[in-house]
């Protein structure tokens, strides 16, 4: 796994929004060319090549997990695939019908937006039995929009390999594997583009819920306090969201879908223009909290106390205009002399 190290924002006046407490994570996926079996054992030679990314966090990059998690990727002219390893010393799952509330098991999960426009946006679970709940949600739960979940990924392809015993707690097991195929064609729907995006990048993040477990029978079930409720599920991710929720997809890490193989290395470094993202997100959340405390939107970025920042050297003016049906605020980047944009729903957009 590459590292890279970014400069932070520096404010040239205070602000009161939240800020971007961790840097999003960067992995390289490579196009092949070989066959990948959907086996759930990532035993192909494309897969050996393939770096693993850095270890799984606690979801506010913070903690360290108790058993480790690491993913690859890997993509051809049909597919993206995905290979995890989940280290765990007792492997379970209940759950059997397709698209129930996976996360009741211990799972693996993906999130997927493809334009980084926090709208539209996949998500992907499975458990040890290769129960699968696949949804798409049309903003995140914050702007209280429909979440599709009769949607389906046509053409998934899914697979578990344990190192273990399914079901079992009479020994210890070591770790469970998941393997999984996502064809383009499902993908690009969301993208505003049919292309693949060969040498450039999406946002995606990946999850893992892990419980508390108890025994009774000889039967495995999440783990209850004296007063009968469940005890709180661990969250373990990639790139830690710095706050206990996946649904902030402006926090997801950021994959580079490179057009060499996996036996070149290829080295990615965030875009200048993708801090300014970061920042409008900030503004963002900004008028949010302005608006619950007033019950009005800030009319001026006086209000929010955020009039001016800097990037690198460049100082950067956002523009916050009012409508009748809420509010946008647009920046030109210094950098590539495009203009971006952020409305009262979160939506994100090149404008130009």
Do not use: C
């Not at 009161?16 to 959907?38: D, F, L, M, T």
């Not at 999440?222 to 206990?244: C, H, M, T």
Request: aromatic content about 14%; hydrophobic content about 35%; proline content about 5%.
């Amino acid at each position: 796994m590459l590292k890279y190290s970014f400069t932070l924002l520096i404010l040239l006046v205070g602000f009161s929004g939240v800020a971007q407490k961790n840097i999003p994570r960067s992995y390289v996926a490579h196009q092949i060319e070989a066959q990948v079996i959907i086996d759930g054992k990532g035993d192909e030679t494309v897969w050996q090549q393939a770096e693993f990314s850095e270890a799984f966090i606690d979801i506010e990059g913070v903690k360290k997990p108790k058993y480790q998690t690491q993913v690859k990727m890997l993509w051809d002219d049909e597919n993206l695939y995905f290979y995890a390893e989940l280290k765990e010393p007792h492997i379970w799952a209940t759950l059997k019908q397709r698209d129930t509330v996976i996360f009741y098991n211990n799972d693996f999960e993906i999130f997927i937006d493809p334009d980084g426009d926090t709208h539209n946006y996949y998500e992907f679970e499975m458990n040890a039995l290769n129960t699968v709940w696949d949804l798409l949600l049309v903003k995140p739960y914050r702007e209280s929009a429909p979440v599709l979940d009769s949607w389906d990924i046509q053409g998934l392809q899914t697979a578990v390999s344990i190192n273990g015993t399914l079901n079992d707690p009479r020994d210890i097991d070591t770790s469970w594997s998941v393997e999984i195929a996502i064809p383009w064609t499902v993908l690009t729907e969301a993208s505003g583009s049919n292309d693949l995006p060969i040498d450039k990048f999406w946002r995606i993040n990946f999850s893992r819920v892990n419980w508390d477990h108890t025994l009774e029978n000889g039967k495995y079930s999440r783990k209850k306090d004296a007063s009968g409720k469940f005890l709180p599920e661990y969250n373990w991710v990639w790139s830690p969201q710095g706050v206990i929720n996946m649904h902030e997809p402006e926090h997801w890490g950021y994959v580079y879908f490179s057009a060499k193989p996996p036996s070149e290395k290829v080295a990615f470094t965030i875009p200048q223009d993708e801090k300014i993202r970061w920042k409008l997100y900030e503004l963002y959340r900004a008028q949010k909290t302005y608006f619950s405390k007033n019950k009005v939107w800030a009319t001026h970025l006086k209000e929010l106390q955020a009039q001016i920042f800097k990037l690198e050297t460049k100082t950067i003016t956002p523009v916050l205009e009012n409508h009748t049906y809420g509010w946008s605020i647009t920046v030109e980047s210094p950098f590539s002399n495009a203009v971006y944009s952020i409305r009262e729903d979160g939506k994100y957009s090149k404008i130009n």
